[in-house]
């Protein structure tokens, strides 16, 4: 009995402070990380983020040097995936792609958030900047918390993990739509080799609001109706680290204006979306850096991580 004792308090310590390579990305998820990205990119001096405009191009830049300090690498040659669209006249845009190489390079798996927004509004003499601090900084601060999560756990994942934001999303999904058009049109280097599958898509957009001022732990969870686990996950990832979220489960052909999941799921990949409703400041000057519910935008990004690690990480994925 005594022995037993003992060996009890001996152990006890060390299973409390291991933490597991999961545990370690996961609580490096934070809130002051989650206020300086949206309070940057949510800033005047970006203008609002236009696809094909200097606060845009501004935007990418700052995006690009967060994944290059965290040591997330480009999965093209260069962070930038560029595209013109013709709206009009020629638009130019572009993509901001990192990714972690995982241990099997024939599957991936992908997380993204726009990082675009409106840009500036004409005859607007008093506040003219479309921030788009929840629309969606939000999202974008979301995918970066991720990417440094999985460097900070040390642990390589099983499948390739690309972080993906996009441009273009305010004009029609466009800087999504290119890449999957990209990817799955792009030609095989050898003969027999296809580009590597991809086996599960994960959007961010808009999950920094509340529906009321008395509802702040609502979410909206859409997710592809022949994964059911994915709702699964969820529940359970809530319970098992105390996440402070009520998630509504609704259906995938129920989503407000579409997002960039959309691509994704027109070519049957799976998707889980995450989105905390719309609200009287969506798309309009007022969606402000200071209306964002930062405890909220935290809890999201640490149950999309939780997502993601499954997706990369889990054998019969
Ligand atoms: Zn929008």
């Given at each position: 009995m005594r022995t037993l004792f003992f060996i009890i308090i001996l152990i006890l310590p060390v299973s409390i402070y291991s933490q597991s390579a999961l545990e370690k990305g996961l609580y490096s998820i934070n809130k002051p990380d989650a206020e300086k990205y949206i309070g940057i990119l949510a800033s005047d001096s970006l203008e609002g983020r236009k696809a094909g405009a200097a606060g845009?191009?501004?935007?990418?830049?700052?995006?690009?040097?967060?994944?290059?300090?965290?040591?997330?690498?480009?999965?093209?040659?260069?962070?930038?995936?560029?595209?013109?669209?013709?709206?009009?006249?020629?638009?130019?845009?572009?993509?901001?792609?990192?990714?972690?190489?995982?241990?099997?390079?024939?599957?991936?798996?992908?997380?993204?958030?726009?990082?675009?927004?409106?840009?500036?509004?004409?005859?607007?003499?008093?506040?003219?900047?479309?921030?788009?601090?929840?629309?969606?900084?939000?999202?974008?601060?979301?995918?970066?918390?991720?990417?440094?999560?999985?460097?900070?756990?040390?642990?390589?994942?099983?499948?390739?993990?690309?972080?993906?934001?996009?441009?273009?999303?305010?004009?029609?999904?466009?800087?999504?739509?290119?890449?999957?058009?990209?990817?799955?049109?792009?030609?095989?280097?050898?003969?027999?080799?296809?580009?590597?599958?991809?086996?599960?898509?994960?959007?961010?957009?808009?999950?920094g609001r509340n529906k009321s001022e008395s509802d702040a732990t609502h979410v909206v969870s859409y997710f592809s109706p022949e994964r059911p686990e994915f709702g699964e996950w969820l529940k359970d990832d809530i319970e098992k680290y105390g996440l402070n979220l009520a998630p509504e489960f609704r259906s995938m052909d129920k989503v407000p204006g579409g997002s960039d999941h959309m691509p994704f799921q027109q070519k049957g990949v799976p998707v889980i979306f995450y989105n905390t409703d719309l609200h009287p400041d969506y798309h309009k000057l007022t969606d402000h850096a200071d209306r964002i519910n930062y405890d909220k935008v935290v809890d999201i990004t640490k149950a999309a991580y939780l997502n993601l690690w499954n997706m990369a990480n889990l054998k019969n994925f």
């Open positions: 845009g191009l501004m935007a990418s830049e700052y995006l690009k040097n967060i994944f290059q300090e965290a040591g997330i690498v480009s999965w093209f040659d260069t962070y930038f995936q560029s595209f013109e669209y013709e709206y009009r006249k020629s638009v130019k845009m572009r993509n901001v792609l990192g990714c972690i190489r995982g241990r099997h390079a024939d599957e991936v798996v992908i997380i993204g958030a726009h990082y675009d927004h409106l840009g500036i509004k004409k005859n607007s003499p008093n506040d003219s900047i479309y921030n788009g601090a929840d629309d969606n900084a939000s999202g974008v601060s979301a995918v970066l918390q991720i990417a440094k999560a999985f460097k900070e756990s040390g642990e390589q994942p099983l499948r390739t993990v690309i972080f993906a934001l996009w441009d273009g999303e305010e004009m029609g999904l466009l800087g999504s739509s290119f890449f999957v058009k990209d990817y799955y049109n792009s030609v095989p280097v050898f003969p027999l080799m296809s580009a590597p599958v991809i086996k599960g898509y994960i959007n961010c957009d808009m999950i």
